[in-house]
């Protein structure tokens, strides 16, 4: 079965330290990956996806299909970095449905 | 250009009733699909539609319903509401399903509370 799991439902790290928001899936097919980032009393929206091999906001992640993983890095923490992000995999063969994962809720400490 | 809107943005209703949401997606939007998130089971896929037929549909019982108008703009109902319905629904919407430039938009969300 589809699934996607971010192991951490909380990730409390120093402004400046390191972060990585680790994501792992499972799928049969070519995976299409993405990150959504919720910010406080914002909308739900598309940070990064894999496809586009970028970096948005100083955050990268990278597809790594052995350890069918997605994990998002980013090497200094800023405190505008605090919210919630989800890890999502869009299937293959079906265009538009998305299977997100539980969340991890970043929290950076000054 | 605005965003994706959703009406209303929060409503309480009793078991047993039903409720209608609706979502405008972003102007030149064909594809609306549907999430309920909860606490509990996280964001959770519904339903999608692109020029007014259904194209996919997640494990939601039959209570849960939908429809596009040839405008682009969509409802979803759900009928014979229980409490575990209560959540937070959210619309987005993109291009169209197979566009190559594939992101989904959201809206705020309408929050149902079921008593």
């Known amino acids: 079965a589809q699934r996607v799991t971010q192991p951490e439902k909380l990730l409390s790290v120093f402004k400046g330290a390191p972060v990585e928001l680790k994501c792992n899936y499972s799928y049969s097919g070519s995976p299409e990956l993405f990150w959504y980032v919720q910010y406080s009393r914002q909308r739900l929206q598309l940070l990064l996806r894999h496809i586009s091999r970028e970096s948005i906001k100083g955050f990268t992640a990278d597809l790594n299909k052995g350890e069918t993983s997605f994990h998002l890095k980013k090497p200094f923490a800023q405190e505008e970095d605090s919210a919630m992000y989800y890890c999502a995999l869009k299937l293959h063969s079906s265009a538009s449905k998305i299977i997100f994962g539980s969340g991890t809720r970043l929290s950076i400490r000054p | 250009k605005a965003g994706v809107t959703q009406t209303p943005r929060y409503l309480i209703k009793t078991r047993g009733q039903q409720v209608t949401l609706s979502c405008s997606p972003i102007s030149g939007h064909r594809s609306v699909s549907w999430y309920q998130q909860t606490p509990g089971q996280g964001l959770q896929f519904l339903f999608e539609y692109f020029s007014e037929t259904q194209r996919n549909k997640g494990n939601f019982p039959g209570r849960f319903s939908g429809r596009q108008f040839s405008n682009s703009r969509s409802e979803m109902n759900v009928s014979t509401l229980e409490l575990g319905d209560s959540a937070l629904y959210l619309c987005?919407?993109?291009?169209?399903?197979?566009?190559?430039?594939?992101?989904?938009?959201f809206g705020p969300g309408t929050r149902l509370t079921v008593t």
């Open positions: 987005a919407s993109s291009l169209a399903p197979t566009s190559a430039s594939y992101e989904q938009y």
